[in-house]
């Protein structure tokens, strides 16, 4: 079956840096997207792997390793905005998304 | 009106009820979804539209029916539900079906709660 593993929660300090990890396995991969989620609010699109390595963009960093089924996402300079659910998804062989549960990020000052 | 909207955004309903969900996308686009997200679960797919013609139903119950009538407006027509059928309702929107770089945007959902 196909699976998306992440920490269902995760708490860290206004102004740190905090790493959230996802694991994978899928019937073909085409890419792994990250999404945050506001409570009561609409996913929002952050970023897109496609190819092994680091994709940056301002505070936040996405990071793919194909061959462990692996990707992180890094959002540094943390501020309470940030406070949000973080959903991993990955597309399949046949072009759906299959989506991890989601990491609750709570952001204390 | 920009992006993906979704009306209401909150429903109480009987078990005996008949309601419908709405969703309208301003972005062009030519897919539409049906998500179903729980407490703590990863988002169900529901159905998929391309073009209008339904691509994707992914076994859900026969209470849930969807409707396209074009391409920029999604119904999900609801009667006989259960409790736990409550639940956010998402209609999401992507250029196309297929493709990898396939970015869904997503609209605010309709929080549903069925007594």
């Known amino acids: 079956g196909q699976n998306i593993d992440q920490p269902t929660e995760m708490t860290a300090t206004e102004g740190a840096i905090v790493q959230i990890n996802c694991t994978y396995q899928?019937?073909?991969?085409?890419?792994l997207f990250w999404y945050q989620q506001h409570a009561g609010e609409a996913p929002t699109f952050l970023s897109y792997?496609?190819l092994d390595g680091l994709e940056e963009k301002g505070r936040f960093s996405s990071f793919l390793s194909r061959s462990k089924g692996y990707s992180y996402l890094l959002l540094k300079e943390l501020q309470m905005k940030d406070s949000a659910s973080y959903l991993c998804?990955?597309?399949?062989?046949?072009?759906?998304?299959?989506w991890g549960a989601g990491t609750k990020l709570i952001i204390k000052p | 009106e920009t992006g993906v909207t979704q009306t209401p955004r909150h429903l109480v309903m009987g078990m005996t009820n008949k309601k419908s969900l709405k969703c309208e996308q301003h972005l062009g686009h030519n897919a539409m979804y049906w998500y179903k997200q729980s407490a703590k679960k990863p988002l169900e797919l529901m159905f998929v539209?391309?073009?209008?013609?339904?691509?994707e139903n992914n076994s859900v119950p026969s209470r849930f029916s969807p409707e396209c009538p074009n391409s920029s407006h999604l119904f999900l027509h609801l009667h006989t539900l259960q409790p736990e059928d409550s639940a956010l309702y998402l209609c999401a929107s992507s250029p196309e079906t297929s493709g990898s770089y396939n970015e869904q945007f997503f609209g605010p959902g309709t929080r549903l709660t069925v007594l």
């Open positions: 539209y391309n073009f209008k013609e339904q691509t």
């Open positions: 899928t019937s073909g991969f085409n890419g």
């Open positions: 792997n496609v």
């Open positions: 998804a990955v597309m399949d062989s046949n072009y759906q998304l299959i």
